[in-house]
């Protein structure tokens, strides 16, 4: 399989606490991440929330669910699937970089970034 290096789409550069960078710009609070373009995500797991990630009709969503993996509901899951999509959920760490591996690949993936902490104003 041919593996390009710099996929088109956005690439997490960095991520803290309470935010994550993508393509060099510090958003605080989770992202939402496609092929084409990124956006500020409040971190909800519902699936009117990963809405504009299952319009673009992707394999499957990557979903980092902060420092530790924490499961779906399976009513999210089940409705992904029926459309579908796969879910693989994760701790955002592994997400970050599963998105950055795949991307590589030219999949056709989602992602949505939960941040390893809520930011201060937050909590």
């Not at 550069?13 to 956006?39: C, M, N, R």
Request: cysteine-free; overall charge negative; proline content about 10%.
């Amino acid at each position: 399989m041919d593996r390009n290096p710099r996929a088109a789409g956005p690439v997490v550069t960095g991520f803290a606490g309470s935010g994550f960078k993508v393509d060099g710009e510090a958003t605080p609070g989770g992202v939402l991440l496609t092929p084409e373009w990124w956006q500020p995500w409040d971190g909800a797991l519902t699936l009117d929330a990963l809405e504009p990630l299952a319009a673009i009709g992707p394999e499957f969503i990557v979903i980092g669910t902060g420092p530790t993996l924490v499961r779906p509901a399976r009513e999210l899951v089940a409705a992904l699937d029926a459309r579908g999509i796969g879910v693989e959920p994760m701790d955002s760490r592994a997400a970050a970089r599963a998105w950055g591996m795949l991307r590589g690949e030219d999949r056709w993936i989602a992602a949505a970034l939960m941040p390893l902490s809520l930011p201060a104003a937050a909590r």
